[in-house]
């Protein structure tokens, strides 16, 4: 029970990888916020699967973009619980396009929402976390930052390559507070943000295509982002911070080292 009692707020956490992360939590003893923007029964569900394993979790519906609901979504936790010890930034979107073809309402929409709500949200918890001297924040990136993503996401590496800046400051600001701040690099996860609209012969296709250049040679899962989570969140690794974990089974190498 690496996080017994801790209370962790995890956005975006009806689907995807915030939900294994909140899974993940709860069978570390935490107690989890599971927010959500439009998935009240996704979210809902999480609650319940949280309460089937014996933890504690409450849905907290805000959009992370907005920050009067930012602040009542951490307002209600601090009723609720007292505390918070960590937050996970997770919540995000994905709107392919070249800068050829760039819809300037997605860019600003992918801006909103990774990245000043990720500024939001740090920005309403830690005041909580400066209180107590305690306190660690995850960010989610990707490797789509460090150069490695499919062609028309440079729009959304620019977003999470913000993240990763924002990281290292923070971790630079927040540190005498004795607050870690880190990031995860994920790659290629099979998420909704990836499938959504797709076949299942194009999802198999593109499965396919991209194992065969990874190290590991198989699709990073929800659960290892979620594993990495936990060890950051955890007293284990107090004397990390302003580092980004990239978890991508080796692809950023075997890109780089393969010919
Ligand atoms: P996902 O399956 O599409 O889930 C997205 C989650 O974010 C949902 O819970 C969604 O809530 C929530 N969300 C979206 N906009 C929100 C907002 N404005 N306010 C609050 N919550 C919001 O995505 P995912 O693949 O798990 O991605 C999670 C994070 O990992 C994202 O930051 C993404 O950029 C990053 N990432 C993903 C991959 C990948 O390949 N999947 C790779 C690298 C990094 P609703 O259900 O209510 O819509």
Not at 78 to 101: H, M
Not at 175 to 185: Q, T, W
Not at 235 to 258: A, E, F, K, M, N
Request: aromatic share 6%.
């Amino acid at each position: 029970m690496r996080l017994k009692d801790k209370v962790a707020i995890v956005t975006g956490s009806s689907r995807g990888i915030g939900r294994e992360i909140a899974l993940a939590f709860t069978r570390e003893g935490a107690i989890v916020v599971v927010n959500y923007v439009y998935s009240e029964d996704k979210a809902s569900e999480v609650v319940e699967e949280i309460e089937r394993l014996g933890g504690i979790a409450i849905s907290v519906k805000a959009d992370v973009s907005n920050r009067s609901e930012v602040r009542s979504m951490v307002r209600k936790v601090i009723d609720e619980f007292n505390r918070i010890d960590i937050l996970v930034n997770n919540a995000g979107i994905f709107y392919p396009g070249s800068l050829i073809d760039f819809d300037e309402e997605k860019l600003e929409a992918m801006w909103r929402i990774n990245v000043k709500g990720t500024i939001y949200c740090i920005h309403e918890t830690v005041k909580y976390m400066i209180k107590r001297s305690y306190g660690k924040i995850i960010n989610i990136a990707s490797t789509a930052a460090l150069g490695t993503a499919s062609p028309g996401t440079t729009m959304y590496s620019l977003t999470k390559a913000a993240i990763i800046i924002l990281t290292k400051r923070l971790a630079y600001e927040l540190g005498e507070y004795g607050i870690n701040v880190n990031a995860i690099a994920p790659s290629f996860v099979l998420t909704d943000i990836n499938i959504q609209g797709k076949s299942r012969e194009e999802i198999n296709e593109m499965i396919e295509r991209r194992k065969e250049k990874i190290s590991i040679r198989r699709i990073c899962e929800p659960m290892d982002i979620a594993n990495v989570a936990v060890f950051l969140a955890s007293d284990s690794s107090s004397y990390i911070t302003g580092q980004v974990i990239v978890v991508d089974g080796g692809r950023i190498d075997y890109l780089t080292h393969s010919i």
